[in-house]
């Protein structure tokens, strides 16, 4: 961890505390303190360049007030007793920063592609943390009309009736990651989400394309502030490898796809969602909210669970996935009750399993002692049925001790 260093030089009119003078034999005086030593004329102050919070909510780097000037910063209140001042860093479309804590800001006017890079501020950053305090782009398509066959994931004739339902045609974000496996991109209405990056000492890029006209989907008032948190490689809660969020914290939490609640769930994602096994707890059981908040694009699976996967998360033997390839995959799905019953690791369409219906029933509630703890989303490129939904899914989870 750095240090700022603030230097505080004594006036030299001042009488010197704790100096007696000694009248020599001669008559002339001398002066030392008591221990026959001279003081020093400065005194030196450290403080550590922490994290802080500024005045305006924003986070910062504590830095002295020229520090923070030379590095391009702004003071947003103090810190270290008053002989720092909390540094907020912004960089815009263009532009490079190097700082911790670092916000991704937009300015109401971008277009087409909008690129910030980050880049580590020591040698020692292995991770970055996404924080989408603000994340309004155009959403994916929402036409639902064919205009292609797939086989087996691919176009082909032969195939199904397929539209591009679910792309992000207009608007993207995607996170560049050259020393590891990129998150997917998305689009939409993601504020209050996160997302987690591999770090790179080639620095990170973030980018924004931004179409002119609205494919399938009505441009938005675009909007975003992303607070890029950096993370050393021997940080004691790092997200595990993979995942592409991470929950931590609490027994009990909300899960969800991204731009939940606004359209419908995203094509072409694979999205991690992990869990910390909070202290004491061996289990962990979802439900959902509401019986809308299941709805992944597809037919529902008659048991609503599928062990093979030849239901969901693949294009059976013929390759036209007549239940839709999407689904949410958790390790280890057990019904709850005495008599628990294992039922595979996937579910797909309406969520039966995860809700006990398609409308107005209440949820039910399934439970995994698998660990680490996770759910993943997986979606391919096309959408195939559209009658079911395809919101997303938006999960309660809560982590016990039962059966531990």
């Not at 603030?6 to 030392?32: H, K, N, Y």
């Not at 209405?189 to 980018?207: F, P």
């Not at 027994?251 to 359209?263: E, L």
């Not at 289990?283 to 093979?308: E, L, Q, W």
Request: with cysteine; glycine share 12%.
């Amino acid at each position: 961890m750095k240090s700022s260093m603030v230097e505080f030089t004594l006036p030299m009119v001042f009488v010197w505390l704790s100096l007696i003078c000694i009248t020599s034999s001669d008559g002339r005086q001398a002066q030392v303190d008591r221990d026959g030593k001279l003081l020093s004329l400065f005194q030196i102050i450290t403080f550590p360049n922490d994290p802080c919070i500024g005045n305006a909510g924003k986070n910062g780097t504590c830095y002295t007030p020229e520090e923070c000037t030379a590095k391009g910063g702004s003071a947003a209140g103090t810190c270290a007793q008053g002989y720092g001042v909390c540094c907020s860093f912004t960089v815009n479309c263009g532009g490079t920063r190097s700082e911790n804590c670092t916000y991704f800001e937009s300015s109401g006017n971008e277009a087409g592609s909008c690129l910030a890079t980050v880049c580590p501020c020591s040698d020692n950053i292995c991770q970055l943390r996404l924080d989408f305090d603000q994340f309004v782009i155009t959403g994916p398509s929402t036409d639902d009309t064919p205009v292609l066959t797939t086989l087996a994931g691919d176009t082909a004739a032969g195939g199904q009736a397929s539209t591009l339902g679910g792309r992000c045609l207009t608007d993207t974000f995607s996170v560049s990651s050259p020393s590891g496996c990129a998150p997917p991109s998305i689009c939409g209405t993601n504020s209050g989400e996160h997302m987690y990056v591999d770090a790179s000492q080639a620095c990170n890029d973030l980018m924004f394309v931004l179409g002119n006209q609205g494919i399938g989907a009505s441009i938005a008032n675009r909007q975003w502030s992303i607070k890029v948190t950096q993370y050393s490689c021997d940080f004691k809660n790092l997200a595990p490898e993979g995942c592409t969020q991470y929950f931590f914290g609490s027994s009990t939490d909300i899960i969800q796809t991204y731009n939940f609640g606004n359209g419908r769930h995203l094509a072409d994602q694979n999205q991690n969602i992990c869990i910390r096994r909070e202290r004491g707890n061996c289990k962990i059981c979802y439900t959902a909210i509401d019986p809308a908040d299941v709805s992944v694009n597809g037919k529902t699976a008659k048991k609503g669970y599928n062990a093979k996967d030849t239901k969901c998360c693949g294009y059976t033997d013929s390759g036209k996935a007549t239940n839709g390839f999407d689904c949410i995959v958790i390790p280890g799905l057990r019904t709850t009750g005495a008599d628990s019953v294992l039922k595979g690791d996937s579910v797909c369409g309406n969520g039966v399993g995860l809700v006990t219906g398609m409308t107005g029933i209440v949820g039910a509630t399934v439970c995994s002692k698998r660990q680490p703890f996770n759910v993943r989303f997986r979606s391919d490129s096309f959408e195939t049925d559209t009658e079911m939904g395809i919101l997303g899914f938006r999960l309660i989870y809560t982590q016990n001790s039962n059966g531990c």
